[in-house]
């Protein structure tokens, strides 16, 4: 069975300060990855996503960027954080479209950020 | 652009009572996804609607969907505790290559004893 996970659970940073989470998943192959953020009491923001090795969409100009080196990890990074940061970040896998029929996302048990 | 729009986006509502919520989304497609929240959780993947009429039925939860009218429901029956979280549809974007959904607001459910 596939099982998606993150890492930290909890962070706490200063403004200014680099970040980087770090996703992974197992049980899979060539899965698309994606990175959600979530303010407290909202909706979902898409904010990258890879369908494969090197290939990342940007969904949101702003101070964040992703990264995927190996087929299965896919890590968000940024060099200097602001306060608008803070959230919980949501990493998902899904099969794809061409493969599956649909794009089912899963979703790991997520990362809260806060930046003071 | 794709559009999802759901409503009510709070709901407050008895023990026993049903009640559904809607999910509108404003381009063709038919793939739509409901998933659940508890608070402070991640997503959980509730129902996978494939096509117009589909039906989807777990314990007191039921989401269909109509492709022609561009919407899907979530209709909860005999609603208990245990159901307060938070809601979510998803469409897929049906233009070629896209591999992205599009995600409804949320509909924050409290069921009160």
């Known amino acids: 069975s596939q099982t998606i996970h993150q890492w930290p659970a909890t962070l706490v940073q200063p403004v200014g300060s680099p970040l980087s989470l770090e996703c992974t998943v197992e049980g899979t192959s060539n899965p698309n990855l994606y990175w959600y953020r979530q303010a407290a009491g909202r909706g979902l923001q898409l904010l990258f996503y890879s369908v494969g090795i090197g290939q990342i969409s940007s969904e949101v100009p702003q101070n964040l960027s992703a990264s995927r080196p190996q087929d299965r990890q896919f890590i968000l990074s940024s060099k200097k954080l602001l306060l608008s940061d803070s959230g919980f970040y949501l990493c998902?896998?899904?099969?794809?479209?061409?493969?599956?029929?649909?794009?089912?996302?899963?979703f790991g048990p997520g990362t809260r950020l806060t930046v003071l | 652009e794709l559009k999802v729009e759901q409503n009510p986006l709070f709901l407050s509502m008895q023990e026993g009572k049903n009640y559904t919520i809607y999910c509108n989304y404003s381009t063709t497609s038919d793939r739509l996804y409901w998933y659940r929240q508890d608070p402070g959780k991640s997503l959980e993947s509730l129902f996978v609607?494939?096509?117009?009429?589909a039906v989807k039925q777990e314990g007191r939860l039921m989401a269909s969907l109509d492709t022609k009218a561009r919407l899907s429901t979530l209709h909860i029956t005999a609603a208990v505790h245990d159901l307060s979280a938070t809601y979510f549809c998803?469409?897929?974007?049906?233009?070629?290559?896209?591999?992205?959904?599009?995600f409804g607001k949320g509909t924050k459910l409290t069921v009160n004893p």
């Open positions: 609607l494939l096509s117009n009429g």
């Open positions: 998902a896998w899904s099969v794809g479209r061409p493969l599956a029929g649909h794009n089912e996302q899963f």
């Open positions: 998803a469409v897929d974007i049906p233009q070629g290559g896209s591999e992205k959904l599009v």
